[in-house]
């Protein structure tokens, strides 16, 4: 036992990420192929309108099943609003935001594009911290626009072309279908001035989305919505990102590590839950981490990734040396 | 008649300085080598080390450009990145100390006034080409003038007194890219990508074995003593690096058997103490050998010659220069614990969580009378430990030699204490 936690402790988390990654990017987007379908309910940007996906973004029927009249919205014809909202949570649940370090095929995409980056020499850039705080609201505009703009139609406030406003606005919709082919999504929508509004909306985010994650690891995660969704539910999910405080000596190895920039992983010594909105538990913060046990991922009260001096002198390979003259 | 008077030869300056300071590094090696129970065999590097650079003057680094350190602070992966060695000029010689007095006011810190001492003496075994002074404390960065003036190039790198802000982050990456600049710039030579790798391995390597060392101490039979891993960690101030990991990996090499064998270099009811406050730098090893030789055991520090230099490690994401540049700046500042800062919560954690680790029994907190920042954190640690039920003991001392009966006999005394607690705790 004892030898396989170790194992775990000294893993190469980058080799096992990119893998685990490359599996789900594959199984999602070209799953369809195998007729593999895991309904419509997914707390990922795998977007529906690929046809191939292996499972739909739950914001793409979110979106629909709340833009029904009030009436039926809430009697028991829309039993399976919520049913299908409790699938998701499931789903969510077990996870947490893992999904979104490993599993999301758009931040999969992002990665890879740092990859790019990182193979032409170029170095990533930051947001400054106001810039972050002003920045990271964001996101909660975009959920505000998945759940509150569908209502409105409901109540005939908005009018039926804002059905499925955020879908129109994201650029998952035009870069997903991309991967088996289809390239209809790179268009703008000139039947109404609505339409040409959100979907050049969404040919912008696009470029935005290639230009920004080529300068800024993980740009597009900032503000995405979803991620605001999981947050909220963040606090009863069984995979845990845990922080011992006394351990902890703010040296902020994680903090320079961190792909979304969140300066609590290394400044917060008094929150044991670390997760924070904008985390897409990739824990790179607990490989880069020195200290033992100072960061650990917990399966509801179990460690079973944990931050270790061992662990962290071999993955930045400081636990040999070897003479070489240059 | 052959005239047959006798040749006097009357002691230079310069000689009689080198015969004070061989004097001091001798007798604590004695005690050190003689006043214990068996030392690790893989001593014998560190103490014929220091016999070399203090009583025979050895100069170590002949061939390379030497770049003196004034604090922890200055990065030394980027000075050997740029082919040059770092030397922590932070000096411990009493004879130092007097010399120095002159230069500053009657109550300045004794390791300051040491080190001014050395640069007036100039008297050095390997002679800094340039020197680098952050301004860390009052006194460290008001004497890089002083040391101006006495003749020598110094470098003066801003370091800010706050770590918790984004300013002082940015603010502190940026003091260390210009310095990296102004370095290669000095030195002639191009920081590469390779070269800024290699280093930041080779001292990672040197710090992961400082912490293979250190966590032996962990075991309740320890196998080295504390005042033997003060001489260990001083020697990186100044000692060829390659040298140091090799002489360290025999030294864990043995320690680790000694812990296999269940071997104690103290003794069974040795109280286990944390020590924290003004650094021990060599031969001022005073209070470390007062406190071993009253039957306690160092388990572990918070000192910026010792744990502090070595604790927090540099991590990259991405192995550019300039992510390398900002990640070996976070090391500097984000997880230091100097008393300088603003705020000292973070030093009291530390000190409580080294106290759980190591199972230590008490705290002893000494302060360099002079030492202005560790006088004044006094305080608020010692209300901290008592809030933790941690015994702590305040010392003040100097670079003298006189005042040794006071300080044993209250040495003496908490060891005693500490021991009576344990019996008790039986």
Known sequence: MNKIKNFINHADLRKFRFWLQLFFFVFFIYGGYLAIDLGRELPIFACGYNHEIAGTCYFMPLQHQLARPWETLFSVASIGVLTSFFVFLLWFIVFNKAWCGYACPMGTLQDWITSLRKFFGITYSTYTQPQYES?????YIFLI??????????????????????????????????????????????????????????IVFTALFFVGSFIKKRFFCFFCPMSAMHYIFSDVALLRLKKDGDKCTKCGDCYNVCDMQIKDIADDVKSTNILRDDCILCLKCVAACPEDDALHLDLVNYPIFKSTKGGFAKRMEIDRWEKKDD | MIN??????????????????????????????????????????????????????????????????????????????????PLRLCNGFYTNDEIGSDFLPSKACPLVKATIGEFVSNNFSDKPDLIVSPTTCDQKAKSGAIIE?????????????TKESHESREYWRRSVRKFTKDLSADLGKKITKKRLKKSVMQVGYAQHLYHKLNVLRKNIKSPILGIDMFLVTNAFFFDKIDKWIEAVDVLIKECEQRVEDEYDCAHKRSPRIVYTGSPPIFPNLKIPLLIEQADAIIVADETCSSNRMFNDMVSVD????????????????????????????????????????????????????????????????????????????????????????????RIEAFVESLKNRKRKAK
């Not at chain 1, 920045?135 to 996101?139: P, V």
């Not at chain 2, 305080?379 to 006189?402: C, F, H, Q, T």
């Open chain 1, 135 to 139: 920045l990271k609201k964001i996101k």
């Open chain 2, 318 to 409: 991405e192995w550019f220069v300039n992510d390398m540049i900002d990640g070996i700046a976070d090391r500097y500042l984000k997880g230091c614990t100097c008393p300088i800062f603003t705020k000292n919560e973070d030093r009291k954690r530390r000190i409580i969580d080294l106290v759980k680790e190591y199972k230590a029994d008490g705290v002893v907190y000494q302060a360099f009378a002079g030492c202005q920042v560790y006088e004044m954190e006094q305080r608020s640690v010692l209300e901290a430990m008592e809030k933790e039920g941690i015994p702590i003991i305040y010392l003040e001392s100097d670079y003298s030699p006189s005042h040794l009966g006071q300080l044993t006999t």
């Open chain 2, 4 to 85: 047959k008077t006798r040749k006097h030869k009357l002691e230079s300056p310069k000689q009689k300085h080198n015969r004070h300071k061989a004097t001091e590094a001798i007798m604590i090696l004695d005690k050190m080598k003689h006043d214990f129970k068996e030392p690790p065999k893989a001593m014998k590097y560190f103490y014929d080390l220091f016999e070399r650079v203090h009583c025979k003057n050895e100069p170590l680094h002949s061939d390379k450009v030497k770049v003196g350190t004034m604090c922890i602070q200055v990065p030394s992966e980027i000075i050997y990145a740029l082919d040059a060695v």
């Open chain 2, 149 to 161: 003036d006495l003749g020598f190039s110094v470098y003066d790198m801003e370091f800010p007194r």
């Open chain 1, 145 to 202: 626009i998945v759940i509150v703009f569908p209502l409105l139609l409901g109540l005939g406030i908005l009018d039926g072309e804002w059905r499925g406003a955020f879908c129109d606005m994201c650029p998952g919709r035009i870069i997903t279908p991309m991967f088996v082919g289809d390239f209809s999504q790179w268009s703008i929508d000139f039947s109404t001035k609505t339409a040409i509004f959100l979907s050049s909306f969404g």
